[in-house]
């Protein structure tokens, strides 16, 4: 987790660490519900993880709690700094306002309004930068000018895994029977962390990748045998879709992903205006590409969960999906 390095460590974790974390996390975050769809013409049972009910509106805080959590005392008063579109740097500044801990996050120079908004009220600096330079911050697990602030990255350390495991965790106790669930792939540390605590509670349960058409890495790596950089074009879909699958949440997640179903945009947003309009529930694009993965009919038709990772979106691209068109 720290700053000055430049290599790539390898991500370790186990359902052991799960369990720590969810003790850990434990009366800072939201057990989330888990509810159906009421959408009766759906090919398969369709339940809904809201995750979007979380203090920041997203997944993130789990791992990001637990991230935080283990930053050594001596280490708190230089800082924390992480590297997201939004909804993780929404995460860490909030835990890192609540500990009283200097954060900053470096942002796309697109991202949106709606989470950027959010970082600022939770206290935290925001540094912008191209997404390409964001995602080398990425690959790289450092950033030089905060070289003496502890770096959290976003999926691929190990307690941010662990800390989304703990929703597999709560699918299990809330629904022993679930079939499959289907999970958005970003950087991978939703998918793994949820993933792995699935297949060691119940290999049964099949374990489906969303993506969309726009950037669609996983279903290219599976079917190259290999990461391969695949083109990304930039959507409303803001929290999943990067160029390629680091390497090291290739090796978590091959052996944990059954398949990946790509969605279309259009899909997306037919799946957000179901939710609105049946639910009542507010989700993000990429939260979006998993009940549009689920309607396709693609991850079978039993208990499927769907991973309502986030409801942090623009309320001018709501509105446009609302009316039904893609923003």
Known sequence: MSGDGGATKRVSFSIEDIEQAKN???GTVLRTPLVRLNFEEAPCEIYLKLECLQPTGSFKVRGAGNA???????LRSQGVYTCSAGNMAQALAWHAKRLRIPC???VPDNAPETKLSAIQRFGAKIIKLPFDEVW???TTHSYSPLAQSTFIHPFADPLM??????????ILEDLPDANAAVVPF???GLFTGIATALKARNSSVKRFVSEVETAAPVSTALKAGKPQEVERLPSFVDGIGSKIVLEEMWAFAKPLV???IVVSLQEVVSAIKLLAERN???AEGAAGSSIAAALSGKAGTGKVVCMVSGGNIDFSKLIAILEGRIP
């Open 24 to 26: 850990r996390i434990a």
């Open 68 to 74: 935080i959590e283990r930053v050594p005392p001596e």
């Open 104 to 106: 900053t996050v470096i």
């Open 136 to 138: 080398k911050v990425a």
């Open 161 to 170: 895994i662990a800390g989304n495991g703990t929703i597999g965790l709560e």
């Open 186 to 188: 970003g950087g991978g």
């Open 258 to 260: 059954d398949d990946s």
């Open 280 to 282: 009542r529930v507010i």
